[in-house]
Every structure is written in C-alpha cells, then in structure tokens.
C-alpha cells in the first residue's frame, strides 16, 4: 500500500488546472475522492471520467468563500466516509497588477477567495482532525508569496498570507496529530493563469517577462512528494525555488534584481506607449 491509498481526500478548485492534477495524481496513488469546486460541470466532468476507470470519486459544488458551503462540505464528507485524511484548499484566483492600479474590487476578491477561502477550509477541516487524532492539509500559495512579486502586488500579498496562515497553524496542529503545508510553485500552465484579471498593463506585456510554464502535472507530482516528506513549504520549478532561496539567503541581492528588471519593464511600457 501506498502513502495515500484508501485516504480520504478533499480537493478545492479541483475541475481544473493545479487541482485536477492533484485529483489525478492521488488516484492513480489509490486515493478516495471528493472534487469540489465552484464550477459544479467541471467538478463532475473529473469524478465521472475517474468512476469510469474505477476510482472512488464524487463530486460537490462549493463556493469556497461562503463559510457555510465548506463547513457544509467537510460535514459530509466525514459523514459519508467517517473521516478526512487530507485536505487540499486549492481554490484561487490571479490578479496582474501594479500596486496603485489595484482597484478595491480586486483586493476584495483576492482576500475573499486566496485567503478567506484557504481559511475556511483549513479551518473546517483542522476541527474534524482535531477529533479525528490525524490528518493532513495543503494549501496552495504560490513562490509569490515566498518573495517580493512586482505588476503581481495584491495577489503576493495574499498568497504571502497563505504562507503565514499555514507555517502558523502547522505549529498548532501539530500537537493534535495534523500536518500542514503550503505549496508554493512558480508559474503553471491552468485556466487561472490565462484569465486572469490584467490591470493598466496588457496581459502581453506581462506574459512576455513570465518564465516558461511548468504544467499541472509536473506540480502535482512534487506536491505529492513534500506530502509524504511533511514538508513545511513545498516549492515547486525553477522559478519557485530561486525565489525562495534567493530572498531567504541574499535578500538586497535579490531585491537588487528585481528593481533594475522591474525598471527595465517599466521603461520599455513607456517607450511603447510613447510610440
């Protein structure tokens, strides 16, 4: 038997992209699983092909930001399969911004979904383990949230927050038998990358600076890899590791580089709106 054979597993955002690669990885470990997601034909559409292979899958719609759905959805869970072994609060979205274009909107949004959303699912699920004696839980951030991410501003804050909020409750939960982690990858090729929100910058000009996507599969492979290792932070890529250590180890070096590529950017923008 495998590390995640016959457990029970909750996946947030799991109709697409970082998500569905989870829900994909864990059953080919053996895994049981529940997909949630606000997109309720995207959900399903991953639970049926994985029930046509065999896979104990199902799926729910969730609304990760209304604390009653996800309350609600751990409530069932445990009531269906009469435990919860590991969490993933995937759910999120992406802003593109600089600090001051950052509309009121887009940080509602962002706390409402990157961080209240983590939230509340950790929250539901922490409580059910607690009783429990056992489980596990992965929350997505992303290497913005481990260094400084320009024209990404509001969105490395809040995934910043996601960090916090987990390296945090692993201290606490883990007096109750729960282990806590964040994943934390560079860019990767999902539906949430490609729509995402651009504001006072063309989603082309931001695209151009961005490194090459890594896929779903590849991050969700390593995420499966730092469960088993229970590590605290999972980074993920190149371009989630470098960050990482480069801010952790030599940060004004860091911080050098990102000014004077930022001000490389900003100064081709301007030329090219002068044009």
């Not at 104990?56 to 719609?61: E, F, L, T, V």
């Not at 919860?84 to 962002?110: K, Q």
């Not at 990482?244 to 940060?251: D, E, G, I, K």
Request: proline letters at 4%.
């Amino acid at each position: 038997m495998g590390y995640f054979t016959d457990k029970v597993c909750v996946v947030t955002g799991g109709g697409s992209g970082i998500g569905e690669a989870m829900v994909r990885a864990l059953a080919k470990e053996g895994a049981r699983l529940v997909i949630a997601d606000i997109n309720e034909m995207a959900a399903k559409r991953v639970s049926d092909s994985l029930r046509a292979k065999g896979v104990d899958a199902c799926s729910k719609p969730v609304d990760v930001t209304k604390r009653v759905q996800v309350d609600a959805l751990i409530d069932e869970v445990v009531s269906q399969y009469g435990r919860i072994d590991l969490m993933v609060n995937n759910a999120g979205i992406v802003v593109v911004s600089e600090m001051e274009d950052t509309l009121d909107e887009d940080w509602d949004r962002l706390v409402e979904v990157n961080i209240k959303g983590v939230a509340y699912g950790l929250r539901a699920a922490f409580q059910r383990m607690k009783k429990q004696g056992f489980g596990q839980i992965l929350n997505t951030a992303s290497s913005s949230g481990l260094a400084p991410t320009p024209l990404f501003t509001a969105y490395s804050a809040s995934k910043h927050a996601v960090v916090g909020l987990s390296t945090a409750s692993r201290i606490e939960g883990a007096a109750y038998g729960i282990k806590i982690s964040a994943l934390c990858p560079g860019v990767v090729n999902t539906p949430v990358i490609k729509n995402n929100v651009s504001r006072g910058l063309k989603r082309t000009e931001v695209e151009k600076g961005v490194p090459t996507m890594m896929s779903p599969e590849t991050c969700a492979r390593a995420a499966l890899i730092g469960l088993r290792r229970n590590k605290a932070i999972i980074p993920v890529g190149l371009d989630g590791y470098i960050p990482y250590l480069a801010n952790r180890f030599v940060p004004g070096l860091y911080s050098a580089v990102l000014e004077r590529g930022y001000g490389i950017f900003r100064k081709r923008v301007k030329e090219k709106q002068g044009a």
